[in-house]
């Protein structure tokens, strides 16, 4: 069974490295609007949030799973405003101690796909969810770049089966854990709140 959210501890890490201005990866679009289309819609401690999950392999042995979400609030009318989309990318895998290692990609992009945070980390714990090392794994610009690229180019055309669906709300976790560790990291936590005209920004 995967770790619960209370079990999981913020990981050490730097400052998420925030990456120069660019155009929007390409098929972001699609990617976001697959996610509007096909997610699982929830409210969270850090609004609410519309998100797909991708869980390749048993839950309890070896997997990968990523996660897209977009994160903002509702209006009177019922229309999704996105404040900022997340990605996170997990590799969960056993050890020969018996321990499990997670090697973990995470992206804080800005809700047009211009401006990203990224994060690369790794927690090591034991199959009871004690965790026994964090720590951040260097990464270079063009890294997350491509890594961020990839991901959304996968969710623009994920449709996910009925068994992926977020009705344990282990994606929403995940991508919670995720926005908890950059908070922690940088001091980044976006508040809920009613649409902005301006939107929201990763810039501080």
Known sequence: MPTPLSRLSPVTCVAPALAPTAAAPAAWDTAVGNVHARGTASTTAF???IGLADIQGPRDGNHTAHYMNVWGAR???????????????????HQPDGNIRIDQWIHQMSPDGTERRSMHNFVSETTGGRILQTGSIPFTQEEAAAHAADRIQHFSTFQ???SQGLTDQRGDDRALQALRSIDGCATLR????EPAASGFSLRR
């Open 190 to 193: 976006p508040a809920p709140r």
């Open 75 to 93: 209006n009177a009318q019922g229309e999704f405003f996105t404040n900022q989309v997340t990605l996170v990318s997990e590799s969960w895998r």
């Open 160 to 162: 996910p089966a009925p």
């Open 47 to 49: 609004g609410d949030t």
